[in-house]
């Protein structure tokens, strides 16, 4: 069956580190993949979207890599503040059209 | 530019009653999504439009969930009648389009509550 798997225990980590979020799936073949940040009482909110054709995709301290192969992306916070303290969902891209599917998110808390 | 609209943001029922929720996307985006969000768990979409029309609603429990977006803008997703498991938190999206690279935009959310 299809599925996809984020790390379910909270990542905790200090201000000022990197912090590295997994997301693996299995049975699929998305064209793209993205990432969402959801705060407590808010909807997510897009972050990246990454092409199965890019292996790494920036935009300002967020890193996005997608390996096809490992069926895998991985997700980058680096020097991570408190602020980004929240739930991060990864979603394929799937059927051919904008139809999401979400993984159950991981939910990051940076301490100062 | 103001963001998705949904109203209420909470609401709690006992079991068996009707409960209605209300979506505003933003101006000029075609596209709307109903998703439901069970706790600790990732949005799961019920139904999408293209402009008023539903073209994937497989996921929506028809039995019990109805769904309608009148002159392709605001839309109403209603639970009657409303079980214990129908508690989630529902979420409204748009998009501009229906291309995989449209970026879907989120609302709120209502939190329902089934006693």
């Known amino acids: 069956s299809q599925k996809i798997e984020q790390n379910s225990e909270a990542l905790n980590i200090q201000e000022g580190k990197t912090a590295t979020l997994t997301c693996n799936y299995t049975?699929?073949?998305?064209?793209?993949l993205q990432w969402y940040r959801q705060d407590p009482g808010r909807g997510p909110v897009f972050l990246l979207l990454?092409?199965?054709?890019?292996k790494e995709k920036r935009k300002e301290r967020l890193k996005v890599t997608f390996d096809t192969t490992l069926k895998q992306s991985l997700f980058h916070i680096t020097a991570s503040q408190p602020a980004d303290s929240a739930t991060y969902l990864c979603a394929l891209v799937y059927g051919g059209y904008n139809k999401l599917i979400f993984g159950a998110g991981t939910r990051l808390a940076v301490h100062p | 530019e103001a963001g998705v609209v949904q109203s209420p943001r909470y609401k709690i029922i006992e079991k068996k009653q009707p409960v209605a929720f209300w979506c505003n996307p933003i101006s000029g985006h075609n596209t709307l999504y109903w998703y439901r969000q069970n706790l600790g768990q990732g949005p799961e979409l019920l139904i999408r439009?293209?402009?008023?029309?539903?073209?994937?609603d497989s996921q929506l429990p028809k039995d019990r969930f109805s769904a309608e977006r009148l002159k392709g803008v605001d839309s109403t997703l209603k639970i009657q009648p409303a079980e214990l498991g129908d508690s989630a938190v529902y979420l409204c999206?748009?998009?501009?389009?229906?291309?995989?690279?449209?970026?879907?935009?989120f609302g709120p959310g209502t939190r329902l509550t089934v006693l």
């Open positions: 439009y293209e402009n008023e029309e539903a073209v994937d």
């Open positions: 049975n699929y073949s998305p064209a793209y």
């Open positions: 999206a748009s998009s501009r389009d229906r291309g995989e690279l449209d970026t879907q935009y």
């Open positions: 990454i092409r199965e054709n890019e």
